[in-house]
């Protein structure tokens, strides 16, 4: 009985192992060092939809209500454009962008409009962003934003 035992406990442990060391094998690994930056490839012309590009600067607040339209990727000319549509008027949108860019360390260098459309001009870390707020119905707006990264 305690050989048997002994087996099943063996063969339980040898199975434990076997998952931890393959679960994840799908998976890309990333590596991180203090000293070297690994440059990420820009694609020269890519379109997309739906999610913020991974070349808009981290941390670029979007609120959770509004929706990304059309993205595209020009690393030609350092350039990133996306459309995001909002459930909320330009006055509102405005003051989300205005109350949240300088708390995440984006630098506003210009903000000025009407309630109908807004300009608002940010910089961090090189890169500078013109986003143009427009009326897009009763209750809703649209934004497009154009990040320069040259």
């Not at 820009?42 to 607040?61: K, N, Q, R």
């Not at 509004?66 to 509102?92: C, H, K």
């Amino acid at each position: 009985m305690a050989t048997r035992q002994t087996m099943i406990a063996i063969v339980a442990a040898v199975a434990i192992l076997g998952t931890a060391c393959t679960s994840g094998a799908d998976e890309p690994t990333t590596t991180t060092s203090s000293t070297a930056t690994i440059p990420i490839e820009v694609p020269d012309l890519e379109f997309g939809s739906g999610e913020v590009p991974f070349t808009v600067p981290a941390g670029f607040p979007v609120p959770d209500s509004a929706v990304i339209g059309s993205t595209l990727i020009d690393g030609v000319n350092g350039r990133t454009e996306m459309i995001i549509n909002f459930p909320a008027t330009v006055p509102d949108v405005v003051s989300f962008y205005e109350v949240n860019l300088p708390a995440l360390g984006f630098a506003v260098t210009d903000s000025r409009g009407t309630e109908a459309e807004w300009d608002i001009k940010v910089s961090k870390d090189g890169v500078t962003a013109t986003i143009r707020l427009t009326f897009g119905g009763t209750g809703l707006s649209s934004g497009t934003f154009v990040f320069d990264h040259s």
